[in-house]
């Protein structure tokens, strides 16, 4: 993703992350994302796979770790710049049941535990419950647990299913886009960066580029798997109910102040309380950060 593929997805990637979870005895690894809601408030609301999750008990959830900036600096690095940026426990909030039946579009929500610190640089991906195919995007994931990558799709989508989207990766400049175990749960985004699926499964690998892989359809996430409001995103993503059919990502609610060291007798902030930005005017300050 530090290569030349990701440039105009800096964004969409920071709200990308490695999951390393717990079901019973075992550990796996999965992908997934932030997901932003309507009231852009960034409740700490995160996007995987039910086949990732449920296996996992209440408890279970408690020592699931995200990894978030678990990437390479440099496209041709092979190790992660951050192994510490780290949130760990979460709460159910919905899902289907795909992982027990192999029906329905293979979503996984939950709510972690603690805010993702402001330091960490994170994004809460928009999305989109269009329906419309998108005629190009991208899919970052972890594959394998590997750090982070991104494959490139230039061709539209097509139904695979009522419930997945259908997709072939194409090469780029530093190689061709597939995916791996570990990649379950990541997200699919469309030609305006927002998150239309959640990576299920497919055939594509290093030795079969040209198959297809599929992705559950954030639409059909949204209100299709039944009508309880564990079943769906839309009670979560949607608190206000104002039905909107995307929203955009947004950037994390505050910044940490404790980075900097501010000599100043004349500060004004407004507006108060902030929720979406806040200005400061500062009046002959010094300010050194460190």
Known sequence: VACSEGDNWTNQKNGVARIYLRAGSNYYLCSGSLVNNTNSDCTPYFLTADHCGYESSTADLNYWIFYFNYEATTCAGTSPQFTSHTVTGCTFV?????????????????????????S????????????????????IHHPNG?????????????????????????????????????????PLFNNSGKIIGTLTSGASDCNHTNLEDYYGKFSYHWASNGSTSDKQLKPWLDPNNSNPTEINGRGACNTDLNTYNISQTNINLYPNPATDYINIILEDSDINSF
């Open 94 to 118: 919905a899902s289907d049941n795909f992982g027990s039946t192999n029906s329905g579009s293979d979503f996984y929500l939950v709510k972690l535990k603690y805010n993702v610190p402001a």
């Open 146 to 186: 590997d750090i982070k990558k991104i494959s490139t799709y230039q061709n539209t989508l097509s139904s695979a299913y009522s419930t997945h989207w259908s997709v072939n990766w194409v090469a780029t400049a530093n190689g061709h886009g597939v995916t791996e175990g570990g990649s379950s749960g990541s």
């Open 120 to 139: 960490y640089n994170p994004y809460y991906n928009g999305w989109s419950r269009s329906t419309s195919v998108s005629p190009s995007g991208v899919g």
